[in-house]
Structure formats: C-alpha cells, structure tokens
C-alpha cells in the first residue's frame, strides 16, 4: 500500500491523468517510452538520499525542490504535452544556459553511479528536499515518490507545447492566471493545493541569472515554515521595486527587510478563497506541511500512469538531523589546541587519506560557530563551510561559497559535512571533509595535493545567527571570531592565532573581549557609475565619504563637525555626510565645487548652489565635495541611501575620507578627478521633492523651504545640529560605525545588496559594523545565493585591487577592508 495514503487521497487525480496520459501519446513522440523499470537497491536509494541530504546542507534543497517543479510543470492535462522527462537536459551538453547544465550537474551529482533517469533524480531529490527542510523537531511535509520516468533522449520525445509560456508568469498578479495555470496541469487542483503548493516560496531565493527576480522570500531560506503565508498577510508592508539584470527589468515586491515577494504569490491574497487559504496556513503550520506534502507529491506524478510507475521509495530521511550528542573524550592525536593549555576551548584537526581527501575537525567545548575556508589566499576566492555547537551540544554544518564557481558538468563541492560525532559529552565535533581537494577549481586554490592554497579557520562563541545558537537553518550572518588561524598553507600546517584578522577573511573585525565592535569600511570601487540610491521611505542612512584617493586624516566626524571644509586647487574632496532622503524634512543637498580659487567652505557652497547634479569647472579642478544629510527623527525608520556618482571617463576614483573637527582638509585627487570628473546624484527612484526650480540659468530653491533648510544644514555644519549625536568632537571608528547602525546602517544592507547584485552600483562606500551587516550588504541571507555572493564578492576584490583607501581603520593600507573573503 501507499505508505503516505496518498492513492485513497488523490485517486481521482490519478484517474484523470491516466486519461490525459492516452492523449498525450498524440503529442508525444509516439517511440518514445516515457516509463522504464529502474532496478535500484535499497543500499542505492539510500546513498541517494544521503547525496540529497548533504545537497540540502549545502543549500541546495530550494533549488532541487524548484527543478522538480519546473520539469513537472511543463505539463498539459489538456494536449498532453510536456511532462517531468528530462526534456530541459535533452542536448544538455552543447546548451549554453549556464543555469540548466548547473541544474543538470547538480543531479547527476546525485545520481551518482545508481541507474536511474534524470528525471526521477529530480523528482526524487525535490521530494527529499521538500521532506527534509523542516526544522528540527518539527514534523515536516511528508512527499511520495516513486520511480518510472524515463528521460526524453530528443527533443520530441516529450515535446513542451509552446504555449507554456503563457503560463506560470510570476509578474502577474492575477489569481485567474494562477488558476489558470494551475488549472494547465490539472483540473483537479484546488485552491487549497495551489495555496500550499505555492507555500513552497519560503524556500529559496531568486536569482537574478535565473528569473531576474533577487532575493528571498524569509530571512530563512533554508528552513521551510510557514512563515510566507504569514508574511503575505502583511502584505501592505511591501512595496513595489524594479530589478535590473543585463537587459531585463523586473518588478518585484520589497518589504522592509530585503524580502521580496513575486507579484504570483501577492495574487494569494487577491482572492477570497485563495486569501483563505493563505490565512489558515498562516496559523495551522502543520496542516500545510500535510496538504504541500500531497499537493507536491501530485505534481510530481503530473501525467504519469500511475500504474506504470515502480514502488514507492522513502523520501524521509533515514539518518537522524538531530544534533548529536557527545560521546567521547579523548581528542585526535595532532590537535592544535586552543588556548594551548591544559583547559583549551577549541582543538583544531586535519586527517587526510593521502587521497586528497581530507577531514578537518573543530573541537569546541564552548557553543559557537566554527568556519574553514579554502582559498587560494586565505579564505578570498574559496568556499566556505561553517558549523556550529548548538546549546545542547548538537553540531550544524552548512556552508555557502564565497565565489561562485563555475559549475561543471561533473562539479564537487568543495566541502561535505561529515556524519558528526562527539567526543566528550562536553566536546562537540564541527567536523567538514575536503572532498577530492584536485577536483575543486581553481579558486579553491588547493589544486592538486593540497599545497597551493590555504585552509583557514575561525572559531567563535558568537551565535552564528544572532542570539539563536540552536537554528540549524537560515544563518544569515557571521560574528566575530574568538580565534583563527592557518590550518595548511603551501606545505606547512596548523599555526593558529588568536584574533586573527589578516588570514581568515570570514571572522573579520577581530573582537576586542569580544564586545567592542569594529568598524568596517568597504569602498567598492567599480568602473562605471555610482547611483544615489534613494529608497522611498521614510528613513536616513548611511555616512559615506568620498573624495580623492587619498585618505583625510583625522576621525570621520559622520555628522560633519566641520566649520570649513576647503580644498586647494589640487583637492578633489567629498564630504558625505549622513543622508537625508525624500521624506525627510531637508533633502539631500550638494555642494558644488566650482569655486574660482578652488577653496570650497561649505556654507558658501550652500550658498551658491543646490543642484542635484554638479559638474566640475571646465578648469578642471573642479573639487566635489557632496554635502548629504540625515535629519534625525524617531519617527523615521532606519532605510538605506547610498552615495553616488557618474564618472564620464569611468576612472572617478572615490575614498573614504575622514574627517575631523579641524577645519581644513587636504587631499590629492587622481588626475581624472581633477580633469575630467562628473559627480552626479541620481535620483534612483526619481522621487525627489522637486526642490529646485531653473531660473533663468539658475537654479533657485522655493525662499522658505531654502531658508529652513539652509538653517538646518548651517547648524549642521557648525556642529550645533541635532545630528551631533553626544556632541562628541572626535568619532573614532567604532563609534562611527556605531552611529551608522543606528541611523539606519542595518536595514541599509538589504537594500544596497539589491543594486550591489543588480549591478547598478559600481561604486560607494559602506560602512559596517559587524560581519552579520556585511553579509547582508552582500546579499548573503543563507547559502546558495551563490552567483549574487560572487558578483559581491568579485566587485570587492576588484576594489581591493585597485587599492582604494580604506579608512576607519588605523591600518588603511591594507587589505581590503576585512571583507568576508
Ligand atoms: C505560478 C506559480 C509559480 C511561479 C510563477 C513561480 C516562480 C518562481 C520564480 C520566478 C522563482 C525564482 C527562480 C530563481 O530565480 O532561482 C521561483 C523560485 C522557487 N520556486 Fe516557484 N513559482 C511558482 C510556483 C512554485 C511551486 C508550485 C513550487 C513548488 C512546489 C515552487 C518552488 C520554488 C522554489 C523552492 C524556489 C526557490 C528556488 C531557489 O532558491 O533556487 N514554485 N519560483
């Protein structure tokens, strides 16, 4: 029988397929076969299964379970055509959709050596992923799977009718065209299936290479809950927001924390019944578990003859997730021991088997995250695992990959997490294996016997996810690390350090007693343009400072306790200061540089221009200092603006410049600043107040608004301002950092992540605090956004390279900023 008591349940749906299956048969390539008898041990389903375990802890559980969908619902209950078999890999070899041959490796992967088609692969692994995404503890969608599909080997064989793409469109919000959609596949769907079926956007990401949609649904893209039918009954808290990719402009929706929701999933809510479902699964989780698990299990078997399918095989994962309990106590002969006394913390492990794999081991007696990178120079350019000890002594592993690789048709992950076992009830193993270290790219650096390259690790007892040590899912962000270190590089092993921050780039901002924060200042300097991002809501932002290449001394004063900022005639100084934007009472406001003796004092400049737009004096020293400010309000919530500017020539160099309460700053610009250098803010939203008014050749403002504004910025720059937050003369960095945040500088990460991974920011400067800010700068809410991470990641080493100045830090000459590397 049907362990899942699925037939009893849908056997009116199996009867109405079996119907379609004879028309299909007209479409169809009429030799093709579309079922095959798989024979495949029971030890076979079970590495598969582990295969798609493992899979899962690398992040790939959305996407598996979203490829299963996508073959299954290229079917037609009314022509019959499409159907799960495999008709995307047909030719898989010579297609250039870099997309569909990662998908394709990703199952193969899985099937391993076990003889069975792609296409059951698939539906096999959505299953497994669907299954076993829950957190632990609770009880998750249950899917049926059963093997029989055979793969199309010609593109006829299981021809898609071309009017699918009319269906399934994410950019409409209209429930008829969900139903219809729905309907496409089978008539027998209900609203209720549909609504569950669609539960399944908790999970994952968009990617914009793939559906030019970004980002996530929940900040816990890995974990699958109910929390997306929570979050469409807040609907009203998202707005709309265009996405660009390449060509391609998308409108998506945004709330306040990065999530987006697709304009399909608000068609939820735009329908009583519909809207009723959503509703009831919003607070009976279980039930949609329940009802997505038999929903999904439906559209797996989409026109397939049930009969002619084989056994049902466990989707459930057999091994337990549960965090495993310590059991031993004695620790590996060749521990590095930290500190290394007679009560250390951390132990430290590799065990090769000569065959370039090789299992590195944290020992930790303390809860926290460990996290080992391999990376051709440190962790830069390499993938990255992390695991923590939960409170319980449980272990987690995840990992996500610094830079995406391309994937090949044959790909190995650099990392698998290992079956975890415990050493001492109060030892708890982070154990991560380096699988054939000669089969990662090289980005992993440790091509060959693992000697090129380093694998380096940190440690800390920082919660990877803020203040929950024990959610296995999800982590969004990394903290401070307690210590560090090298654990191979070239042919040496095992230093470790304590607060590290030169070798391991993912416990950057290195903890003082692990409390003082540390700023972070990441210029990312790129080629084109620097857009002003302008976020429509009611909020302030970021400090940003840009100027010359060349750093200003002194401490960054963000709220600009300047009482004169001049220039010389070689300077090219920025000042940005915290950013107002639309809703608040004072814009932006700029200051142009076009003084004739090349000094600048900012309330002359005030005084003499308010453009949104400057050009510098065909003389060519045009200096740019940018005036932005924030007006402080606890009725405005905290948002992200982000600096920005256009070089025509693309070789606008920017920096951060910091400032201190003195009243002249110097800097020497590059020579394209000085000649040929075009600063521009752009109203990304083009939603401006409309301050400004052309008057014969000048621009004037409207007088009262002006005055106010003037009076604002005046008190502003003479320090008198309420932005002189404790009035303090000097900002050091941490208290500069400090400030950002709390003017807004967290939420500021999802969205400057947005154009970060659209690409429309080529330059700007962000300031952080804390890793866990970085990370969601970069779009990094769990693992598996991989190709936005790179496109993050890529663009900071570009910046890196082009040795941009990093302040806030007393040590600007070095290395990037620490980034997440
Ligand atoms: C009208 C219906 C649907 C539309 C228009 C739609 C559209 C999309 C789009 C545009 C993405 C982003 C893909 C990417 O950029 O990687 C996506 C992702 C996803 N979809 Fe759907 N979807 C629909 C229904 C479903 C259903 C029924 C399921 C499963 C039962 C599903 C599962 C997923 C998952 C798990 C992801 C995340 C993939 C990842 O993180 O890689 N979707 N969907």
New binding site residues.
């Given amino acids: 029988g049907c362990p899942y008591g699925r037939r009893d349940k849908t056997g009116a749906h199996e009867h109405q397929q079996q119907k379609l299956y004879q028309v299909r048969r007209a479409v169809a390539n009429a030799s093709f076969d579309p079922y095959y008898s798989p024979s495949v041990s029971a030890a076979d389903w079970d590495s598969m299964r582990s295969r798609v375990l493992s899979s899962i802890g690398l992040g790939n559980g ?2 598996l ?2 490829i299963a ?1 996508d073959n299954a ?1 290229t079917w037609d209950a009314v022509d019959g055509s499409g159907g799960s078999h495999a008709q995307a890999y047909v030719g898989i070899t010579t297609t250039t959709d870099i997309n569909i041959r990662a998908d394709y490796a990703l199952l193969t992967a899985i099937r391993g050596s076990v003889n069975i088609s792609i296409s059951d692969t698939a539906a096999f692994a959505g299953a497994v992923s669907a299954s076993n995404s829950c957190l632990s503890g609770v009880a998750c969608a249950n899917v049926a799977f059963r093997p029989g599909r055979a793969d199309a080997t010609t593109t006829s064989d299981a021809p898609i009718s071309s009017s699918y793409a009319e269906f ?3 950019g409409s919000a209209n429930p008829a065209d ?1 139903r219809a ?2 309907s496409r596949l089978s008539p027998n769907l209900t609203d209720r299936e549909i609504v569950a ?2 539960g ?2 908790n ?6 290479p ?2 030019g ?1 970004a980002g996530p649904w929940t900040l816990t ?1 890995l974990a699958f809950e109910n929390t997306f039918f929570r979050l469409l009954q807040n609907n009203a808290t998202y707005v709309t927001q265009n996405v660009t990719y390449n060509d391609s402009i998308k409108t998506q929706y945004i709330d306040t924390q990065g999530r987006m929701m ?1 304009f ?1 999933d608000m068609s939820l809510t735009r329908d009583d019944s519909l809207l009723n479902w959503v509703n009831y699964y919003a607070s009976n989780e279980n039930d949609f578990f329940a009802d ?1 698990g038999s929903a ?1 299990s439906i ?1 797996l078997e989409l026109g397939l003859d049930a009969t002619k399918l084989g056994d049902y095989v466990s989707t459930v994962s057999t091994v337990s997730t549960s965090p495993v309990v310590a059991q031993s106590s004695a620790l590996p002969a060749g521990s590095i021991c930290y500190p290394a006394d007679s009560t250390p913390i951390y132990c430290v492990v590799k065990v090769s088997d000569g065959n370039n794999n090789t299992v590195y081991t944290v020992h930790s007696v303390k809860t926290g995250w460990a996290a080992l990178g391999v990376g051709s120079n440190s962790m830069a350019n390499g993938d990255v695992i992390i695991g923590w000890k939960n409170s319980t002594g449980g272990v987690w592993t995840n990992t996500f990959t610094t830079v995406q690789h391309a994937i090949s048709v044959n790909p190995q992950s650099a990392w698998q997490q290992i079956p975890l076992t415990d050493k001492a009830p109060s030892w708890a193993n982070i154990s991560f294996s380096a699988v054939h270290l000669n089969t990662i790219d090289s980005n992993s650096g440790l091509v060959g016997n693992d000697i090129n390259g380093a694998i380096t690790f940190a440690v800390s007892s920082y919660a990877p996810i803020s203040g929950n040590i024990d959610k296995p899912f999800g982590v969004a962000s990394f903290f401070q690390h307690d210590i560090s270190g090298i654990l191979v590089e070239s042919n040496s092993s095992f230093p470790v350090s304590s607060n590290s921050t030169s070798t391991v780039g993912i416990a950057v901002g290195a903890t003082i007693c692990g409390v003082v924060l540390v700023a972070i200042i990441i210029v990312i300097f790129f080629r084109k343009q620097i857009y002003q991002y302008w976020t429509g809501r009611k909020q302030k932002a970021l400090v940003a400072v840009a100027g010359g290449n060349q750093t200003i001394n002194g401490a960054l004063n963000p709220i600009g306790r300047l009482s004169t900022f001049n220039h010389n005639t070689n300077a090219a100084n920025v000042a940005v200061l915290p950013i107002a934007n639309e809703y608040s009472q004072y814009p932006p406001f700029e200051i142009s540089t076009t003084s004739a003796n090349g000094r600048v004092v900012f309330s002359d400049s005030i005084q003499q221009q308010q453009t949104p737009s400057i050009t510098p004096s065909s003389s060519g020293h045009g200096a740019l200092p940018l005036l932005l400010r924030t007006t402080p309000s606890s009725a405005r919530d905290a948002d992200p603006l982000m600096l920005s500017a256009i070089s025509n020539n693309n070789h606008l160099r920017f920096s951060t410049a910091m400032m201190s309460s003195a009243t002249t700053v110097v800097a020497t610009p590059t020579a394209d600043v000085k000649q040929n250098a075009l600063f521009e803010v752009v109203e990304q939203h083009s939603q401006l107040p409309d301050r400004n008014e052309e008057v014969n050749g000048a621009y004037v403002n409207d007088a009262v608004d002006f005055q106010q504004y003037f009076a604002v910025v005046q008190a502003f720059v003479l320090g008198e301002s309420l932005l002189d937050e404790n009035n303090a003369a000097q900002w050091n960095s941490a208290e500069v950092a400090a400030w950002v945040i709390k003017n807004g500088g967290e939420t500021n990460a999802e969205r400057i992540s947005r154009l970060i991974k659209d690409e429309r920011i080529t330059g700007a400067v962000l300031m952080v605090t804390r890793i866990s800010d970085l990370c969601s700068l970069l779009g990094i809410h769990a693992y ?1 956004d991989r190709v936005l991470f790179e496109a993050g990641m890529t663009k900071l080493k570009n910046r890196a390279g082009a040795g941009e100045t990093v302040v806030g830090q007393t040590n600007v000459s070095e290395e990037p900023p620490l980034y997440l590397a």
């Fill in positions: 959305p996407r379970m979203r969908w619902k399934f469109d994410a969900l959609s729905f079926l669609m399944a956007h999970l994952g990401d968009c990617h914009l793939i559906s949609y893209p697709l399909v997505f999904y559209i598996g």
